[in-house]
């Protein structure tokens, strides 16, 4: 099996779209949280440039590197764009199927950028040396799990 099919590569893929997820959506304030203290928003270039040093990323890779941030960019950039058009519209408006809707397609835009992620993130992968992958393994993967509950 080459190594960009194996699960833990897909893993890998899969957690670098959640690192390229809305941001947009994630830095809106939660009310019930209003009391903790506000900590600035990861900037997608600060993101970019994290996941970058993380991966250890070669001279040799920054041009497959490249279409991986440009891929994190865009999918930032479409989902800031949908959620400036959901904020648009008044509240008053919206009844629970256009809620759901508005739903659907932001999970059709969120899988529409993994689908991108995912061929430029094997372009990237399958260029990285074996020892990087594991790098790469272990860097998206325990990302991916930090949100996570844990069974115990």
Same mark, same amino acid.
């Given at each position: 099996?080459?190594?960009?099919? =194996?699960?833990? +590569?897909?893993?890998?893929? $899969?957690?670098? !779209? #959640?690192?390229?997820?809305?941001? /947009? %959506?994630?830095?809106?304030?939660?009310?019930?949280?209003?009391?903790?203290?506000?900590?600035?928003?990861?900037?997608?270039?600060?993101?970019?440039?994290?996941?970058?040093?993380?991966?250890?990323?070669?001279?040799?890779?920054?041009?497959?590197? =490249?279409?991986? +941030?440009?891929?994190?960019? $865009?999918?930032? !950039? #479409?989902?800031?764009?949908?959620? /400036? %058009?959901?904020?648009?519209?008044?509240?008053?408006?919206?009844?629970?199927?256009?809620?759901?809707?508005?739903?659907?397609?932001?999970?059709?835009?969120?899988?529409?950028?993994?689908?991108?992620?995912?061929?430029?993130?094997?372009?990237?992968? =399958?260029?990285?040396?074996?020892?990087?992958?594991?790098?790469?393994?272990?860097?998206?993967?325990?990302?991916?799990?930090?949100?996570?509950?844990?069974?115990?």
């Amino acid at each position: 099996m080459p190594a960009f099919t =194996s699960p833990r +590569a897909l893993a890998a893929v $899969a957690l670098a !779209a #959640a690192l390229a997820g809305p941001l /947009a %959506v994630q830095a809106q304030p939660v009310h019930h949280y209003a009391h903790r203290a506000a900590v600035a928003p990861e900037t997608v270039e600060q993101r970019i440039a994290r996941l970058h040093a993380s991966l250890m990323i070669t001279p040799d890779e920054e041009t497959a590197w =490249s279409g991986v +941030a440009d891929v994190i960019r $865009a999918n930032d !950039a #479409a989902m800031r764009k949908m959620v /400036a %058009v959901r904020n648009a519209e008044p509240a008053s408006d919206i009844n629970a199927i256009d809620d759901l809707q508005n739903y659907e397609r932001f999970n059709r835009a969120h899988l529409d950028g993994l689908k991108d992620l995912i061929v430029s993130f094997q372009t990237l992968y =399958s260029a990285m040396p074996v020892a990087q992958q594991h790098v790469a393994d272990h860097v998206l993967i325990r990302f991916r799990r930090k949100g996570l509950p844990t069974n115990s």
